[in-house]
């Protein structure tokens, strides 16, 4: 064998070291923080790397925050679905409850008065709710005042003057 060499009685393959030819600097390159390697790169090398590394990882942080939007987009999809489903099913389960209030109400009076008492309670039920839902609507509790307040006192309270944050309130 023409590529090999003797070495301490030992055989080494052409592309091998012996284990005691290597130096301490090479050593040091196997291990996973390597410190001694950049000390003759210039700062501006560096300072390159750290700005390319930066763009990556910039990257790699958007493409994660465009997946976990994505997933969640998903799956408020699919809870909508089934919520809209399950409302469906509700009002037709509203429906099938009204019907038999009027059929038990149906045997102890006239069928049609008592599908008319189900249907006009039905009906004041529903206008007393909208009421409610139109007054809460219309309160105050619907206006930004808090939110407005605040933003006027925003640029007194970074600038620390305590007299303009006072006059905002």
């Not at 284990?19 to 001694?36: H, L, T, V």
């Not at 930066?54 to 465009?66: D, N, S």
């Amino acid at each position: 064998m023409g590529d090999s060499t003797m070495r301490d009685g030992h055989r080494a393959g052409a592309g091998t070291r012996a284990p005691d030819e290597r130096g301490p600097a090479e050593r040091d390159e196997s291990s996973a923080f390597n410190f001694n390697q950049r000390d003759d790169e210039s700062l501006t090398g560096l300072v390159t790397e750290l700005a390319h590394q930066g763009g990556h990882l910039a990257e790699q942080q958007a493409r994660l925050v465009e997946a976990e939007v994505r997933s969640a987009i998903t799956d408020l999809k699919e809870s909508i679905a089934a919520m809209a489903g399950a409302a469906v099913l509700g009002i037709a389960s509203i429906g099938v409850f009204l019907m038999a209030i009027s059929y038990l109400l149906g045997s102890a009076m006239p069928l049609w008065l008592g599908t008319l008492i189900v249907a006009v309670v039905s009906m004041g039920i529903a206008y007393a709710m909208y009421a409610a839902g139109q007054k809460k609507l219309d309160s105050k509790a619907m206006t930004l005042d808090r939110t407005r307040r605040t933003i006027e006192r925003a640029p007194a309270a970074l600038s620390g003057d305590e007299s303009e944050m006072r006059r905002a309130r």
